[in-house]
């Protein structure tokens, strides 16, 4: 129980600081950011002592781990990649450009007789 009004206490400090971004509506603009971002901050501290709070904290710190173990692509394996994408979207494009050409002549010169070319 302590923990859910803890998070709806998070919630209200949230929703707290994005009321204030409109209630500082004459004011600079850095105040009214501000605003948010504490209430972002005071609303994130107060979940760090949830224990939902603290096992998002542990997931998010496994989640680092893992994607320090990926093998990420060389910049020659990425710019080949895209190269490769670019060509099919060209394909691709001229391919139902000319699918597209082909049934309006079908359509509008043979079925309807639209266009006397």
Do not use: C, H, N
Not at 32 to 45: E, N, P
Request: glycine share 8%; no cysteine.
């Amino acid at each position: 129980m302590a923990d859910k009004l803890k998070f709806m206490l998070a919630l209200l400090l949230l929703a707290a600081g994005v009321a204030g971004f409109y209630f500082l509506g004459g004011q600079p603009t850095i105040l009214r950011v501000l605003s948010v971002l504490a209430g972002l901050a005071a609303g994130i501290a107060v979940a760090w002592f949830t224990t939902p709070g603290q096992r998002f904290f542990e997931f998010s710190r496994e989640a680092v781990v893992e994607t320090k173990k990926v093998v990420w692509p060389s910049r020659k394996e990425t710019m080949q990649t895209t190269g490769i994408v670019f060509a099919f979207v060209l394909v691709m494009a001229i391919v139902l450009w000319m699918t597209d050409k082909g049934l309006e002549w079908v359509l509008y010169d043979l079925v309807l007789g639209w266009k006397k070319s």
